[in-house]
């Protein structure tokens, strides 16, 4: 499995990990099945941001309604990591969605993986191969 990322949303997504490097950053990732065409980033409303996400809600739920309503497909997500790896969490994997995308960032390098009931990946991911467009 490859999946396209737009060099735009690429972009965008490691400015705003580097923006607040002292924080987790956190957005969605739009697009169509095999592309991720869009990136929305959205505020980290967890407690603790220095160590985990949570995407603020409001936009969220506002984002899904857009999509149901035709608008870009949501993806997954993207989030980063300013003091470990680009690679999934053990607390990444308690809240992972099957199906769901994410990109996380950590020092500059971006990864890409897909939430899975089981994988090898914290038990609950695979890694993602990924070609910027």
């Known amino acids: 499995m490859k999946i396209g990322i737009s060099r735009a949303a ?6 705003h990990a580097a923006e607040n490097a002292a924080e987790e950053v956190c957005g969605l990732l739009l697009g169509s ?3 991720i065409e869009m990136a929305l980033p959205a505020p980290n409303v967890a407690v603790d ?12 739920l506002h984002t ?5 309503a035709g608008g870009p497909t949501v993806l997954g997500h993207y989030h980063s990591h300013p003091e ?35 994988g090898p990946i914290q038990g609950r991911f695979v890694a993602v191969d990924y070609e910027l467009r």
């Not at 690429?10 to 400015?15: E, T, V």
């Not at 680009?86 to 971006?110: E, N, Y």
């Open 33 to 35: 099945p095999d592309t």
């Open 49 to 60: 941001r220095k160590r985990m996400f949570e995407l603020d809600p409001v936009i969220l």
């Open 84 to 118: 470990g790896t680009a690679k999934p969490s053990l607390h990444d994997a308690a809240f992972a969605k099957t199906g769901q995308l994410w990109l996380i960032v950590a020092k500059g390098r971006a990864a890409l993986f897909a939430a899975r009931r089981e």
């Open 10 to 15: 690429f972009d965008q997504i490691l400015a």
């Open 64 to 68: 899904h309604r857009a999509a149901r």
